[in-house]
């Protein structure tokens, strides 16, 4: 071959981008003047306005087959160098897109009309299924990725706070790395944690945690009263393009048992299609100081040494509480890359956060690494999508969740009064000649839950590492105008290593004469599939949108644990595991391959008439593993939902401000399965509800239920 045909090749691959296929590229190499390689460019400039005549800032002039582009600026202008038989794309949001031949011009006036399809506000359902809002039966919030990222949170659930109403969110005390407790529309179950499920892109997640405290002494076989986190909080906010709330059992009702308390859909970003490449750079630094702190009294002083019931006098003031805490500061770093174009778009996203807890050692390192890419093939009838999210976490010493013992809160509480806690602070222990080593100094016993507050923050010490991964894959192909088939695939898995020291003469209550060591390894593991296909079809007035699949969702745990307890340690303040006194006060804990399977079929039908009465049936059957040897094992879980939505300003005039009156109702029934015990077996309800809305022009929502 020569060297100017091998030029010419090589050339003409990098002008038409990665995203050609050899078709394509063939097709190039055969236009006319192409048999060199063709450098003729002309310098285009133009303006993109609306009907009206206002300047469109921000519409997207697109080379097409190529990531050569621009974006207009606030007058609608652009500049652009392209070829001279290129075609542009010029297309902004919530218009209808143009493609516009150059034929060797220089000047150009582009009009857009607006896409009133497009205006219409779509929001993503159970399964991943895009609706018409005002189509629903049943309450949803769509969150925008602005919302969430206005203030950034170290755990990204915690920005659903106020934002949604009936949905409440409370972190839990442990401070940095902690879980966060979400409730849709109230407690349903006394039995379980009350949590909703998370889907990612249509996928579940694992949200399980390794451990929680449950107790005052707190945790698995009386543990370190210990908070192991949640799968959620590992996400990086910048990744989320927006979420969707499903409220009552309606909504949910397509996820079956799993969604029994509600269903948070989160969608996160992908690669712009519009040809240009997109750098984002964010930091923002967060500092934190204890709140309403209780006040205390100085009229009393000490009693027995210990309490402050003491005589009435004038009490030296010492603030005790407020010095035992420190300010902490949390930094939140992220940069994300996209480019693309319409057939290979791509995302990368790298964050780091970094923190110090208000108390003692805590701190927290947290690294996410995110890439995403979605390409198009044949003619755009398949479309791929493939994700990686990596995280890795390590906590140092998170405080307890509450409760008495191993609580830095409850010794600083107690201090007598009028006295100063400083000494206790700069002499949290002292040498015992006897023992040959460091014990706790504290002004009164410490044989139970109360300790010196500063023993617990530097001689508890905890370390936790977290592994975070999460691989997802699917296909979309399109059959037909109406019918295409999704299948998606993916894996999640969470690896947890924590290992937690109480040095000699922490409280007897607590550990051992020589101290006390807990290690734990725990691994989750799921893997989930499923195979849908939708429907979308509208004959004059009548509107379909459908969906008929099948999934698996297995989960896989085996978890290894080890503690000393009260057994003690052979030897003062050396932490392994050979080191354990492994009698019957020690405990062992052990899960090999303990694994649960959810089979599942599902469909759901919307009718829609003239745009202004809809009819939604959804229905799925769910086989668990969890009721095997049980009459349900072959049958085994229904779940059906029937709901209708008329809107009232499709079917007449109504004043002009009101934007959207609407009537809905539905009824579902659903089960919650147990995971723990196949003896135990699902309760059954019923949801009957209905509500009415009237949206005013510039207001919010009213609602009445």
């Not at 976490?393 to 509450?402: A, D, F, L, M, Y």
Request: net charge neutral.
């Amino acid at each position: 071959m020569k060297y100017t045909t091998l030029y010419t090749l090589i050339l003409g691959l990098f002008s038409i981008g990665w995203t050609d296929c050899p078709e394509d590229f063939m097709e190039r190499m055969q236009r006319p003047g192409h048999s060199e390689i063709q450098l003729s460019k002309v310098m285009i400039s133009g303006r993109v306005l609306d009907e009206s005549g206002f300047p469109l800032a921000g519409a997207t002039i697109q080379e097409k087959e190529t990531a050569n582009g621009a974006i207009a600026d606030s007058e609608g202008k652009f500049t652009l160098v392209v070829a001279d038989n290129a075609v542009l794309r010029v297309s902004f949001i919530g218009y209808i897109s143009q493609d516009i031949e150059v034929e060797g011009r220089s000047t150009f006036h582009i009009t857009l009309r607006e896409d009133m399809i497009e205006l219409d506000n779509v929001i993503v359902t159970a399964l991943g299924i895009e609706k018409k809002e005002n189509s629903l039966s049943y309450a949803t919030d769509l969150i925008k990725n602005e919302e969430l990222t206005r203030v950034k949170m170290p755990n990204l659930i915690t920005s659903l706070t106020g934002k949604s109403a009936g949905v409440r969110v409370n972190q839990v005390s442990s401070g940095l790395g902690a879980s966060a407790k979400v409730s849709i529309r109230g407690i349903r179950s006394v039995a379980s944690d009350n949590q909703p499920l998370y889907v990612i892109d249509g996928v579940p997640i694992l949200n399980s945690t390794s451990e929680q405290a449950y107790s005052a002494i707190g945790g698995t076989a009386n543990a370190g009263n210990r908070d192991g986190g949640d799968g959620i909080s590992n996400l990086n906010p910048e990744d989320i393009e927006s979420i969707s709330i499903l409220k009552g059992a309606p909504a949910a009702a397509l996820y079956g048992s799993q969604a029994a308390n509600g269903v948070i859909l989160i969608t996160t970003k992908k690669g712009q299609s519009h040809g240009q490449r997109s750098v984002s750079f964010s930091t923002s630094l967060m500092f934190d100081n204890a709140f309403a702190l209780p006040k205390m009294q100085n009229r009393y002083g000490v009693s027995d040494g210990v309490d402050s019931w003491g005589e009435r006098a004038n009490l030296p003031e010492y603030d005790n509480l407020r010095d035992f805490f420190s300010t902490g500061v949390t930094s939140i770093t992220s940069i994300s890359l996209s480019h693309g174009n319409e057939k290979l778009q791509n995302y990368f996203s790298y964050a780091n956060t970094t923190g110090h807890g208000i108390i003692g050692k805590h701190n927290l390192s947290k690294h996410n690494l995110t890439f995403r890419e979605t390409s198009v093939l044949l003619n755009s009838r398949l479309k791929l999508d493939g994700s990686m999210n990596l995280m890795r976490q390590v906590v140092k010493n998170k405080p307890t969740v509450g409760g008495f013992y191993m609580n830095p809160l409850v010794g600083l509480y107690r201090f007598p009064r009028g006295e100063d806690i400083a000494y206790y602070k700069e002499n949290f222990e002292v040498y015992d000649e006897g023992r040959n080593l460091n014990i706790q100094n504290w002004h009164t016993s410490y044989e139970d839950f109360e300790q010196n507050p500063y023993w617990i923050t530097n001689r508890i010490l905890s370390k936790e590492n977290r592994m975070h991964v999460i691989v997802s894959l699917s296909a979309n192909l399109k059959i037909n105008d109406w019918l295409s088939l999704q299948t998606r695939g993916n894996v999640d898995y969470i690896n947890d290593k924590v290992r937690q020291q109480f040095y000699a003469s922490t409280a007897p209550a607590l550990a051992g004469a020589n101290g006390r060591y807990i290690e734990m390894d725990y691994q989750e593991t799921q893997y989930y599939g499923d195979a849908i296909l939708m429907m979308k079809k509208q004959w004059d007035a009548f509107s379909l949108n459908a969906a008929l699949g099948a999934s698996i969702n297995d989960k896989t745990v085996n978890s290894t644990r080890y503690d000393s307890k009260t057994a003690s340690l052979k030897y003062a303040n050396v932490f392994n595991l050979a080191n354990i006194i492994m009698n019957g006060s020690a405990g062992l804990d052990q899960k090999i391959d303990a694994r649960r399977q959810l089979q599942s079929l599902f469909a759901t039908a919307q009718l829609g008439y003239n745009e202004f009465v809809y009819l939604d049936l959804s229905a799925r059957n769910d086989w668990s593993s969890t009721l095997a040897y049980t009459s349900h094992e072959k049958s085994g879980f229904f779940y059906p939902s029937v709901g209708f939505s008329l809107i009232f300003n499709k079917l007449m005039t109504l004043p002009r401000w009101v934007s959207l009156a609407k009537i809905r109702g539905h009824t579902a029934w659903w089960a919650m399965i147990f995971p723990c015990s196949s003896q135990i077996l699902p309760r059954i309800s019923r949801r009957v509800e209905s509500s009415w809305q009237v949206m005013p022009r510039r207001s919010r929502i009213w609602n009445r239920r």
